[in-house]
């Protein structure tokens, strides 16, 4: 990878900032950890975009604030990126600066519109932002104490919404291609994908109770499948029970044909020989419907065998029955016991008995096993499915306990260790839970975390307004007598002559009382409570107000001077009062450092939120003698100054007001002389339009 710091546009860090819960973070440094201000890097990509990135501790982790620009300024993008407390105990911060900027560029990758705006070759060509933060490895390796400065810095694509690939952040001493195979993952993340840690809420109780309604689908199923069987076996029956019944008509009809022979030839009944011949007509019709009612081949071999029996019956009773009416009756009678009695009535018996027989067995009987086996069936299906249901509905029932049990139980603990009032230990408990309760203890942490920040600030608020009272009291006692003896000195020194070399003294008394008015000024700003109200402010005359202060210090030390704030700009949403006194510390600050003339331009423009809002940046150039990078990071601490008679407090009562108004300040060294203070402010609302 080849580095090029310089496409890093500036570092900065500031210590001593209000206690915010987005701001503030802990590095490791000699041993031990200390609180101190965000850290900030900015890499300015070649077309423009841009990305921020500050460290900041997120809950449960540490990581980096990301705000992707783009070449507007306008913030496209803002989020947390979030990385591994191991991080942070090595101390490692610039290498999360570094990854936040990976990030934020991966992100600008994402973003299609943006992308159809560069050229994808251009994209590849650019130096990674990562670079920088490679090549300040021998200062990374100084604060992780490490023996010797880090070889290699790797990182994969690093799309931050796909927490996932958090695995996939290597840190080495040796490069990829010698360590060979996979990136180690630095930190003992769930793969939650495929457990319950990975599922929401509504997801695992969708689990559970499809897990329980399977089971009964299936024993549903089943019991319908069961009530179908039944209802054929028993219609089966039905059927052969009407067969059974035209039979038994059949029969009833052959033997009354029977008994017809035997009233007509012992002449009981000279008409019976017309009712055989009627009853016989009467059995055809029902034979064929009994006949033709049944498949089975066994009863259609019966019904063939007990027609044929009746063509017989017919046959020789039609010869008995002419025998008897020829007058032969004897012949008749022995016909009859021969052929009828003796051969047809004893198979007629054994025929009817076999179908009497079959019908049982084969009907009843079947219609028995089709109930049999639709009872086994069921039994083979259900014992296995009442068996696997009590396993694994047992098996769910616990783990889907667990999932919910452990979050809840976990979030106990943390509640009442924030109710102890042990933050840290509270931050320490580990979220696996990605689900709805998981979000729940990462939220409870957040506010926790806020609710500690809020109380620190109460804190250190109590103090400085203690601080401010002293502070009045003392100022009170000091401004009357300051304001004596400079009405004193002057009165002396236009009684005394021109040439006079008494009144370089004189004039020197003046200036150091007005030093020691300009400092209590500070001190008082800096230390009292201050009233906050915005209204909707134009920026031109503020700006303009701001100068003619300077101007007779702008003409001595003959400084070139640009201003350019458009009148067509929207009207800030700021405190007036407030904003000018930041303005009028950050172009002191800028003349202070052009003793011997320069230029200085300052400007003021509208910036565009991807949410329809609007913001205001102004910006103050000098072409002074720059800040060393040893200073950057510390120019808007409280007291820190390069000045023999500043009190250091200018930045950071401006950076204070600017804050409180909702804005951002941030200072850095110009590309190639001088500083740039940029002053970030709301619009007002009533500016607001629909981004573009
Ligand atoms: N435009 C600038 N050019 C160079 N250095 C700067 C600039 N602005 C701030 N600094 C540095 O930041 C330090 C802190 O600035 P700050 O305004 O807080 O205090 P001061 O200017 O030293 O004191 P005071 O504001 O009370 O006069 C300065 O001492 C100076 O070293
Ligand atoms: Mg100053």
Request: with cysteine; proline share 5%.
């Amino acid at each position: 990878m080849k580095v090029e710091p310089e496409r890093l546009e500036g570092v900065m860090g500031a210590a001593g900032d209000p206690p915010d819960p987005e701001r503030g973070s802990e590095v490791e440094q000699d041993g031990e950890v200390r609180e101190h201000a965000p850290r900030r890097d900015q890499v300015q990509l070649p077309d423009g975009l841009g990305v921020d990135a500050t460290s900041v501790p997120l809950v449960g982790n540490r990581g980096v604030d990301v705000a992707v620009r783009d070449h507007d300024g306008a913030t496209l993008e803002r989020g947390p990126n979030h990385f591994d407390d191991v991080l942070l105990a090595r101390g490692q911060e610039e290498e999360h600066l570094g990854q936040g900027r990976r990030a934020g560029r991966a992100r600008l990758e994402q973003r299609p519109h943006r992308l159809a705006e560069r050229s994808a070759v251009g994209l590849a060509r650019q130096p990674d932002p990562l670079a920088p933060a490679v090549e300040k490895r021998g200062e990374v390796a100084r604060l992780g104490g490490l023996a010797g400065p880090l070889d290699a810095l790797e990182c994969d694509e690093y799309p931050s919404h796909r927490r996932a690939s958090r695995e996939r952040m290597t840190y080495s001493n040796t490069p990829r291609h010698a360590r060979g195979g996979a990136p180690r993952a630095l930190t003992g993340f769930p793969s939650g994908a495929h457990s319950l840690h990975g599922m929401t809420f509504r997801k695992k109780l969708l689990l559970a109770f499809s897990v329980m309604i399977v089971p009964l689908g299936i024993i549903g199923a089943q019991t319908l499948w069961n009530v179908r069987q039944e209802r054929v076996a028993l219609q089966t029956l039905e059927e052969s029970l009407a067969r059974a019944r035209v039979f038994a008509d059949v029969e009833s009809v052959i033997y009354r044909k029977l008994r017809k022979v035997r009233d007509y030839l012992t002449g009981w009944d000279p008409q019976a020989n017309d009712e055989f011949e009627r009853l016989d007509a009467l059995l055809h019709p029902r034979l064929a419907e009994w006949r033709q009612s049944s498949v089975d081949p066994d009863d259609l071999r019966l019904a063939g065998a007990l027609e044929s029996l009746d063509v017989q019956t017919d046959t020789v009773v039609r010869r008995a029955f002419a025998l008897y009416r020829g007058g032969d009756r004897a012949e008749a009678s022995r016909l009859i016991q021969r052929e009828l009695n003796g051969q047809i009535l004893p198979a007629l018996d054994s025929t009817i008995k076999s179908i009497y027989t079959t019908s049982r067995t084969h009907n009843i009987a079947r219609a028995f096993r089709n109930l049999q086996a639709t009872e086994r069936s069921t039994t083979m299906v259900l014992i296995p499915i009442i068996l696997s249901s009590v396993v694994f509905g047992a098996l769910f029932a616990v783990l889907i306990a667990r999932a919910f049990a452990r979050p809840v139980a976990g979030l106990k603990t943390m509640m009442e260790m924030v109710g102890r009032g042990e933050f840290d230990q509270a931050r320490a408990v580990e979220i696996r839970s990605r689900d709805e309760l998981g979000g729940l203890a990462r939220q409870f942490l957040v506010m926790a975390e806020r609710l500690r920040r809020a109380h620190e600030g109460i804190i250190q608020a109590e103090k400085l307004a203690s601080l401010g009272q002293m502070s009045a009291a003392v100022a009170h006692g000091l401004r009357n007598p300051l304001a004596s003896i400079r009405a004193a000195t002057q009165l002396v020194l236009h009684q005394l002559p021109a040439r006079s070399p008494q009144r370089e003294h004189l004039q020197a008394v003046i200036a150091e009382v007005d030093r020691l008015e300009k400092r209590i000024a500070h001190l008082l700003d800096f230390t009292k409570p201050v009233a906050f109200s915005p209204v909707a402010e134009s920026l031109s005359p503020l700006v303009d107000r701001v100068l003619a202060v300077f101007s007779e210090k702008l003409a001595r030390q003959g400084i070139d001077l640009k201003v350019d704030v458009g009148s067509d700009l929207p009207d800030a949403w700021i405190d007036a009062v407030q904003i000018e006194q930041a303005v009028l510390e950050v172009i002191s600050n800028a003349l202070d450092a052009m003793p011997r003339g320069g230029a200085l331009a300052l400007s003021a423009t509208r910036i565009a939120a991807p949410d329809g809002g609007a913001s205001l940046r102004v910006t103050v150039r000098d072409t002074g003698e720059g800040i060393p990078a040893s200073a950057l990071a510390r120019v808007s601490e409280p007291f820190f100054t390069t000045k023999a008679d500043g009190t250091g407090l200018g930045l950071a009562i401006a950076k204070r007001f600017v804050e409180q108004n909702a804005g951002s300040l941030t200072i850095v060294n110009g590309e190639r002389e001088g500083t740039v203070v940029t002053i970030t402010l709301p619009a007002s609302v009533t500016d607001a339009v629909p981004a573009a």
